[in-house]
């Protein structure tokens, strides 16, 4: 599915993105951890070609796609979200919603093309919308919307878009740990309906809950891979997340 | 016909172009977030794109060396492919600057362009413009009537570019274009390539300016390239946040108001040397005008809105609402 191979990428001196090779299995939910800075972020943005990495190829679906637009990335399935979830602050709920449907997807080109959203467009939204309990406020302003409900509304945006391969920065940040299983059985479920994952987060439980594969990063390097039981087990991200003297207090 | 009368016709006849341009310009910068300073080029390009391909052949006191007297459709054709292509050509060398080089470069190719009409004299007749143009339909009616033609005339022309551009604005083309507007990087994990969405918002509304300057021509029935100054940029500028920035009826409202503002001090009974006093008082009242209003209204007297979309309610969003709450 995706195939990112040996990509660096460097801020001056910070090498943000050192030699990064990783897989994503079709039908997979692969996990990214790693501390503040690692690199997760960044690796993202190479991936969905806000960033042009000095080295490395990445495939997506057997194509390269190194280097390509982001928005022709975007187009050809591959929806990433970011750490902040500000939407499109002067537009409405439902409006934020139609940006990433198929039916503007194929229309916008075009100054011409028609204005009518057929109903079955508005349904469809408004079905999301009301799944993530969103829908009595379509008619608002994102703007407006508290900073859980922004949240909901990136997940929303990303179930209307349809994507193949979803890329969620910190999907369980912000969102409250009741509802933190909830989110987990609805990536599962949109798994089981066929979309991949690349997810990061900081909450270990919550990753090593939801991915079937887990990859670490630390400095721009991949330190460790596996199933989630692997990686929380392996000596160099204990090292990471304990710290080395407490690990050695431990034993 | 009263005084009076003529001069109300002859300030709305302005109304509806400077609204024009305002439509114009709020599709590019206030649906679209284009601060483009350069509106007043394409005003300029298509005006004298119609005198061109218009207007009779030079007297020999004049230095211009085209003047093919075509027809009217012709002209208008003309003018909008003219204001367009060079849109495309400005657009694409300039769109890829971040914002405040744009605004800056749009302001700065508004400047030669003018400078062009003031200089090539071969192609604009230089300084002196070009006068005596004939509008259309002038032999239709009695020539005290025809203000009221022209009148008619322009707000036909502006109603048909409202409608226009309302459909642009709440298609998926608008909707798009104020996504780039909004946050530009969740616009482009939709799919939307935000330069060469812009620059079609960009061509549009220099297609727009250029119809709209040959309104202009037939207002004036004089081009000179004084009339094409940045002046008439800020001007538009004022009227889109007069009426509010990104609101059609804002735009379409803050065209007429402008123009209200700015004539109405010709109402003020002076005398012959106060007047050039009391004219130079305009520019103050817009600035006036402009302050109140940032001061008290600061997004316009008719505020962006936001769409709603009809549509059945799902079944069980009531439910989804009450367990959330
Ligand atoms: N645009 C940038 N310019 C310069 N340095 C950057 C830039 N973006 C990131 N960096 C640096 O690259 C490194 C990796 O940052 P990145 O944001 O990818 O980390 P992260 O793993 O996402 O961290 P976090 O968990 O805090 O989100 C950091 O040292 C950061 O300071
Ligand atoms: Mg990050």
Redesign the pocket.
């Given at each position: 599915m995706l195939d990112v191979s040996s990509c660096k990428l460097s801020?001056?001196g910070?090498k943000?993105v050192d030699d990064v090779s990783l897989r994503v299995e079709p039908g997979s939910i692969t996990g990214l951890i790693?501390?503040?800075?690692?690199?997760?972020?960044?690796?993202f943005?190479v991936i969905s070609g806000f960033l042009k990495a000095d080295a490395g190829s990445i495939r997506f679906m057997d194509r390269d796609i190194t280097a390509r637009d982001p928005s022709e990335i975007a187009k050809l399935g591959i929806l990433r979200t970011f750490?902040t979830p500000v939407g499109f602050p002067r537009m409405t709920v439902m409006e934020n919603m139609l940006v990433f449907s198929r039916h503007d997807r194929d229309r916008r080109s075009s100054p011409f093309s028609p204005a009518r959203v057929p109903a079955e467009t508005l349904e469809a939204a408004s079905a999301i919308l009301a799944d993530f309990g969103l829908y009595q406020k379509r008619d608002v302003w994102a703007e407006d919307l508290s900073a859980p409900d922004l949240k909901m509304l990136e997940f929303a945006r990303a179930m209307m878009a349809g994507p193949v391969l979803l890329m969620l920065?910190?999907p369980a940040a912000g969102v409250n740990p009741a509802l933190i299983e909830s989110l987990a059985s609805r990536i599962r479920a949109l798994r089981d309906q066929g979309v991949s994952f690349l997810l990061?987060d900081?909450n270990l439980k919550f990753v090593c809950n939801v991915c079937d594969r887990i990859f670490a990063?630390a400095d721009?390097r991949i330190i460790a891979e596996g199933t989630p039981d692997e990686v929380i087990a392996d000596q160099k991200v204990l090292e990471l997340y304990i710290g080395k003297s407490a690990k050695t207090d431990l034993q | 016909m009263s005084g009076l009368l003529l001069f109300l016709v002859s300030m709305v006849s302005l109304g509806a172009i400077y609204a024009m341009l305002c439509v114009a310009l709020n599709l590019e910068s206030g649906v679209g977030g284009l601060w483009d300073l350069g509106i007043v080029s394409f005003f300029g390009i298509g005006a004298y794109a119609y005198v061109i391909v218009t207007a009779p052949p030079a007297a020999s006191y004049q230095a211009y060396i085209f003047g093919f007297e075509a027809p009217v459709w012709a002209g208008m054709a003309a003018a909008m492919i003219a204001a367009a292509l060079f849109a495309l050509l400005i657009g694409a060398l300039t769109l890829r600057l971040k914002r405040e080089y744009f605004l800056i470069t749009t302001l700065a190719f508004a400047e030669v362009i003018r400078q062009i009409f003031v200089n090539e004299a071969w192609l604009t007749n230089g300084v002196a413009g070009i006068y005596g143009l004939r509008p259309p339909l002038r032999e239709a009616v009695d020539p005290s009537a025809y203000g009221f033609l022209l009148l008619a005339l322009l707000v036909a022309g502006l109603a048909i570019v409202f409608l226009v551009t309302r459909h642009m604005v709440i298609s998926p083309f608008g909707r798009s274009l104020k996504a780039v507007r909004e946050n530009e990087a969740l616009a482009i994990t939709a799919g939307i390539a935000p330069r060469r969405h812009n620059l079609k918002a960009y061509v549009v509304a220099g297609t727009i300016s250029g119809l709209a300057g040959v309104f202009y021509v037939w207002y004036n029935t004089i081009v000179t390239p004084g009339q094409y100054s940045s002046d008439v940029t800020f001007f538009v500028w004022t009227a889109v946040i007069i009426g509010g920035l990104g609101s059609l009826r804002g735009a379409l409202v803050g065209g007429f108001i402008f123009v209200l503002l700015h004539d109405i001090l010709r109402f003020v009974p002076v005398s012959g040397e106060a007047a050039a006093t009391v004219a130079s008082l305009r520019t103050a009242v817009i600035g006036l005008a402009l302050i109140l209003i940032l001061r008290w209204r600061p997004n316009g007297l008719f505020p962006e809105r936001a769409t709603v979309f009809g549509g059945a309610a799902p079944a069980g969003a009531k439910a989804m609402v009450s367990h959330n709450a």
């Open positions: 801020f001056g910070v943000a790693g501390t503040n800075g690692a690199g997760k972020t960044t690796l943005n750490q920065d910190e990061v900081h990063m721009g | -």
